[in-house]
């Protein structure tokens, strides 16, 4: 079973806009949480994180939101711009430092 | 950029021939792991170490077996190839247990006939 869920597999914003990227998970071991962002033909590069006594973490445009009650998370960039087209990995990390990582959202900003 | 190498970044081969990837670190970090993304799925643990001879299985390490006999390198063998296996492999290394990042490798495409 998939322990890290990213519903959405794609999503279109704006540019200048508030993109929103939403992850769930099913452990509530999970004790770390981060964000990557891939350009194709790449590695995942990482992005942002969050430890589960956070509610919330900000660097630049980027912030994860973590509510822990309903096992889930999300990024928020804002302001969006197009150079942020990527997919977009969310991971849950367990006290075995054992990566979990959701299905992915690409995300399209457009100019 | 963390030091993370992997070889081959291409390769082709038929089903029921051997595969060894390898990735090779120059930064020291304890964990390595071995990932593969296929559309739909994401990114799937195959097995990580967590030091040297200490390896354990992940997501989806049948038909996959790992070996790390020293820090820099952890090897990624499949000993029949099937075309399930067909795939982008990526290795990865972290430091830090618990609240440390992932540093990815470029990732080795892997196409079997």
């Known amino acids: 079973d998939q322990q890290v869920k990213q519903n959405s597999p794609s999503l279109s914003v704006q540019e200048g806009r508030i993109s929103i990227l939403n992850c769930d998970y099913t452990?509530?071991?999970?004790?770390?949480f981060l964000w990557y962002k891939k350009y194709p033909a790449e590695g995942p590069t990482f992005l942002i994180s969050i430890s589960s006594i956070k509610d919330k973490n900000e660097d630049g445009r980027f912030t994860v939101f973590l509510n822990k009650s309903a096992k889930h998370l999300s990024l928020h960039i804002v302001p969006s711009q197009p150079g942020d087209s990527a997919v977009y990995f969310c991971?849950?990390?367990?006290?075995?430092?054992?990566?979990?990582f959701g299905t992915g959202t690409s995300l399209t900003v457009i100019p | 950029d963390a030091g993370i190498t992997q070889s081959p970044r291409h390769k082709v081969t038929e089903t029921g021939t051997p595969v060894t990837l390898r990735c090779h670190q120059t930064e020291n970090h304890r964990y390595m792991y071995w990932y593969r993304q296929d559309p739909g799925h994401g990114l799937r643990l195959i097995h990580y170490?967590?030091?040297?001879?200490?390896?354990d299985k992940g997501e989806v390490s049948d038909g996959y077996s790992v070996s790390r006999s020293k820090t820099e390198d952890f090897l990624l063998t499949l000993e029949s190839a099937t075309s399930s296996q067909t795939s982008v492999y990526f290795c990865?290394?972290?430091?830090?247990?618990?609240?440390?990042?992932?540093?990815f490798g470029e990732g080795s495409r892997l196409t079997v006939l």
């Open positions: 991971a849950a990390v367990n006290t075995g430092n054992q990566f979990y």
């Open positions: 990865a290394i972290s430091f830090l247990a618990g609240a440390g990042e992932l540093f």
């Open positions: 452990n509530s071991m999970f004790d770390y």
């Open positions: 170490s967590y030091g040297v001879k200490d390896t």
